[in-house]
């Protein structure tokens, strides 16, 4: 006859495995995006399993990335809340990203195509952080407009409203710039 | 009421300017996306507007980096050995 501590022990294992251990890239991706750096990614994404295997016998098995972005979120205030002012994030030093190369067919095209997002990468760079931010949680990890609120802990449509006008802004130095199309310099 | 619904699917371009991004996000319910869909495929303006827009998603999306696969794979032994062993710090990894 197992005992309830082992009842609740197997529960706590099976959610862990059915809805935390596939979440782990994404977590892994917006730790990352909210951090800015992997070290400390690494160490939030700990903290959000730790939280979840803790509070997974007792949840009930729906939306479990929005559970855990909010689990991370927590996480991520506890841990920039001990912290000394100047050890918190400078948005401005945050780590390069790699760009991936996009294969083309000309080697014109190639330019074109790599102007294109060079220019959008500087753009980006040059958003106020909390545009960047949901841009990052977005665009690039794939998050939906619900889970990028969970994420950060404000509404949907603020989520929203910082990313379509992020992505105006980005626009609008593009065509500054007469890049206003991969492949295509308007003159 | 069947003019007023035939109106209702027949978007405006402000009205498909206002819903753009978030239909190319995939965020607007199916009988909306349909209408926009419709209206981008029949207006040369923001069928244009459109595909920089998508140009620009896509070119963000290059900008996310590679996740380090180490790194996955420690978070993954973590999450393993959480569930073998608990979360009893003694047990640490
Ligand atoms: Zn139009």
Redesign the pocket.
């Known amino acids: 006859m197992p005992s309830g501590e082992q009842v609740q022990r197997v529960e706590r294992e099976r959610a862990f495995a059915q809805y935390v251990v596939p979440e782990i890239d994404v977590l892994l991706r917006v730790a990352t995006s909210l951090t800015g750096n992997l070290a400390d990614a690494e160490d939030l994404v700990q903290d959000t399993l730790i939280r979840a295997y803790r509070a997974a016998d007792r949840f009930d098995g729906r939306h479990p990335r929005a559970w855990l972005l909010t689990i991370l979120r927590n996480a991520q205030r506890n841990r920039v809340r001990g912290r000394r002012p100047e050890l918190l994030r400078d948005p401005d030093t945050e780590g390069h990203r790699i760009e991936e190369a996009n294969p083309s067919p000309s080697a014109e095209g190639e330019a074109l195509a790599a102007e294109f997002d060079a220019v959008v990468a500087e753009a980006f760079a040059k958003l106020p952080r909390h545009m960047r931010e949901v841009v990052e949680l977005v665009d690039f990890d794939g998050l939906s407009y619900r889970e990028a609120a969970d994420a950060l802990g404000v509404p949907p449509g603020t989520v929203m409203s910082r990313l379509h006008r992020a992505r105006q802004r980005i626009r609008r130095y593009l065509d500054d710039r007469g890049v206003s199309h991969r492949g295509q310099v308007s003159t | 009421m069947i003019r007023f619904r035939r109106r209702r699917t027949m978007l405006?371009?402000r009205e498909?300017g206002r819903v753009l991004q978030a239909h190319l996000d995939g965020e607007i319910e199916h009988q909306k996306a349909q209408a926009v869909a419709t209206?981008?495929n029949g207006?040369a303006?923001?069928g244009l507007e459109a595909d920089v827009y998508s140009e620009i998603k896509a070119a963000l999306r290059r900008q996310a980096g590679e996740l380090a696969p180490d790194a996955v794979e420690r978070l993954r032994r973590f999450g393993e050995h959480l569930s073998a062993h608990g979360d009893d710090p003694l047990s640490a990894p």
């Open positions: 405006t371009c498909v209206h981008l207006c303006g923001c």
